[in-house]
């Protein structure tokens, strides 16, 4: 009888594992032929990701402008609409086909703005805010270079 329940407990781990691999680590996703990570999405999924990435791109435009201006305040507001807060329309089904590499940079991309909208606040200093946007940056650039969208 004990056998027979640990075989179970056994079998139980190895699936819930391989789900858990399949979708917290790998996602779903394919090598594509330029050699990025193609991440395999329906129509709509990749809609809405790359609706966030052009609110990024906003983002990123109203804070380089509001830099230049030397309006700290501005940068706080346009960072914070690419924050943390961003992310919280993303449906779990979704987040599951990420592979795990794209949820760090995507999470991590996020906290950046809310980084930068919080010394721009509480510093207000132009150079210092210029150097987190550049940081930032790298997070868009290494995602580019690393992954792209398939409609599955």
């Not at 090598?31 to 991440?39: C, L, N, P, T, Y």
């Not at 507001?77 to 592979?99: D, M, T, Y």
């Not at 991309?109 to 550049?134: C, I, N, P, V, W």
Request: with cysteine; charged share 20%.
């Amino acid at each position: 009888m004990c056998k027979v329940c640990w075989s179970i407990v056994v079998v139980l781990l190895i699936i819930s594992s391989g789900m858990a691999y399949k979708f917290i680590i790998q996602g779903k996703v394919v090598i594509a032929d330029d050699s990025r990570v193609a991440i395999q999405l329906s129509r709509t999924e990749r809609d809405l990701v790359l609706s966030e990435m052009r609110i990024f791109l906003q983002s990123v435009h109203q804070i380089t402008q509001n830099i230049s201006g030397d309006k700290l305040d501005l940068v706080a507001i346009a960072a914070r609409k690419s924050g943390r807060n961003a992310q919280i329309e993303v449906p779990g089904s979704l987040i599951g086909k990420l592979p795990l590499g794209f949820k760090k940079l995507g999470f991590a991309t996020h906290a950046k703005f809310d980084e930068l909208a919080l010394d721009a606040e509480q510093l207000g200093d132009r150079d210092h805010a210029l150097m987190q946007l550049s940081s930032l940056l790298e997070n868009c650039v290494s995602c580019h270079a690393t992954f792209k969208f398939e409609i599955e």
